[in-house]
Structures are given as structure tokens and as C-alpha cells.
């Protein structure tokens, strides 16, 4: 059976540049974004990786969400930005999946504590990576519809559809 | 209160200070390149770096040694960090330049600008009487 998913803008996060949005199943009040926040929120293990992935989200918030900064997974993004480099890691990979769609504007979708290499062997992440290249293609699909689109002048989302079946 | 403004709640300042100095370094990096004309493969090439890295260093989030940011000051040929004292002396350093003007001395008020085809060097009149300096 085909669930209506709805896109909302996060009316909470008002930044100065970006504007970020997320996903609502049918006859659900939390966005797939709340879910992830409800289930992280509070861990002690992951007290300083979720505190800085916030602070991601408010800085790419007010000063613009480039390219440059999200990961690419696959046909999604994911925060926070790529840190493997050098001699610094996270002790707990926490990954929040995304579709970065221009520098201001970003829709947030669910994830976890990812705990493989890959996002797919992971019992944390997978389903929410899946998910996730599942939003993407949908929401793909809005855009090539031109039921979603990016403003060229103002680079805002402008979506001219309640949603899409999932 | 909503979740996502309790979310917010929990950004400590110290959450706020390295995501700040992480992109901080991140942008500069890219302003390095961008001024240099390179992009990501250009740099990969001139740095003998993998272009996966430089994608890395553009990305923002890390907490490299003094050693690594030092390794790419000197890789890049620039500063990326500077101290406050280090940006204090660097500046507030002022050259003046004195002259003697020999006709028309008012023309040139105190504070004007006189133009100059040098893109980095701006000479200001600082007093009729002084000189001008270099702004």
C-alpha cells in the first residue's frame, strides 16, 4: 500500500540563509527529522557529535548550504561534512541523510550511529540510507516535474505540490 | 517546546566554536584555491595530493595538528591561521610615505585618497602638512 509522504519546511530553524525542510508520512506529526532527533537526542555517547552536527546545521543555516560541505551518498547527502581525513574521527559516526538541494535550501530525512564501513551493512543506518535514496528518487522526480524547483534568482525551494506516494 | 528547537538547545559553545573554526579553515582553504585559480584537480596535481583530499580539506569538518595546518601553509605558499596578536601585527603595520608637494597644496585634503594604478597600495593624505600614508 502507497503511504503520501509531504514536504514541510522546518519553521523552527529560521536562519539567515538556508532554509531546510523535511518529510512527513501521512497522519504523522513528527517529520522523519523529528524521529531522528527524538532517538538521538539524548544519548551521552553521542553527546558531543550530535552537538556538533546541530551546530552544522545552524552554521550552514547562516551562512549558506554549499556542496562542498555535505557527503555524497549515493543519489542523497548526509551531515556532518566528511572528517576523515587526518588524524581526527569521531569516536561514534553519527550520520543524518539529506538532499542538499542548493545553497539554501536542504531537506533533512532520518539516520543513526553508523557503525560499518559501509552505510549498507549497518543495522543503524541501512534502512535509513535506503529510505533515503528512496526520498531522493521521489523527489527527483518532483523536480524534473517542476512540481519542486530552486528559484534561479533567490536559490529558495519552491514546491508546488503537497507530496509524493511512497 | 518542538523538538527541533530543543535540538537547537543542545549546541553548546564549544559545539559552536569548532564548527565555527572548522569551516572557518575549510572557507580559507577554498578562498587560497579559488584566488590561486585552482580548482580541486589543478590543486591535486600542484600539491601532489589525492583530489579526494583536497575535496576533504574544502569540506570543513576536522581537527587537524598545527603540524598538518602548517604543512598546508606552506603547500599552499599562505597563511590559513593567525593569531590575533600575529593579525595585529600584521595589520596595523602602517608605512608612511612622505613628499613634498610643490604646487597646489590644498588640492589634497586631509583624508583623501590619491589615486593610484596600483591595485594594493591606496595613499591618503593623512595632513597637509604630515604626508601620506599607505592604506
Known sequence: MLTFV?????????????????????????????????????????????????????????????????????KADALPPNLKYLDFEYEKQLRLYC?????????????GIKTTDK?????????????????????????RNKEVYIDIETQQLIIDTEGFYL | MSITKKALGKIKPENRKFVGKSKALADQVNEV?????????????????????ISKWLSGQHNPTLRTITSLEVLLGTDLLITPLQAKAKFEKKEYVYMTVHAQPKIMAAGQYIPTK????????ISETRGIKVA
Request: charged letters at 30%; hydrophobic letters at 35%.
Open chain 1, 6 to 74: 509531504h514536504i514541510k519546511k522546518i519553521e523552527d530553524f529560521d536562519f539567515q540563509e538556508a532554509e531546510y525542510f523535511s518529510l512527513y508520512y501521512e497522519n504523522n506529526d513528527n517529520s522523519v527529522f523529528d524521529i531522528f532527533l527524538e532517538k538521538h537526542i539524548d544519548m551521552q555517547e553521542i553527546e558531543a557529535e550530535f552537538g556538533d552536527l546541530m551546530a552544522w546545521i545552524e552554521k550552514l543555516g547562516n551562512e549558506g548550504t554549499e556542496a562542498r560541505f555535505f557527503r555524497h551518498e549515493k
Open chain 2, 33 to 53: 584555491l579559488n584566488l590561486k585559480g585552482m580548482n580541486q584537480k589543478d590543486a591535486s596535481i600542484k600539491l601532489g595530493k589525492y583530489q579526494s583530499e
Open chain 1, 99 to 111: 538532499l542538499r538541494l542548493s545553497d539554501r535550501a536542504v531537506i533533512l530525512f532520518g539516520g
Open chain 1, 119 to 143: 552505510a549498507q551493512d549497518c543495522k543503524n543506518v541501512a534502512t535509513h540510507f535506503y529510505e533515503a535514496q528512496q526520498f531522493c528518487k521521489h523527489l527527483n522526480e518532483l523536480i
Open chain 2, 118 to 125: 596600483s591595485p594594493n597600495r591606496r595613499y591618503q593624505v
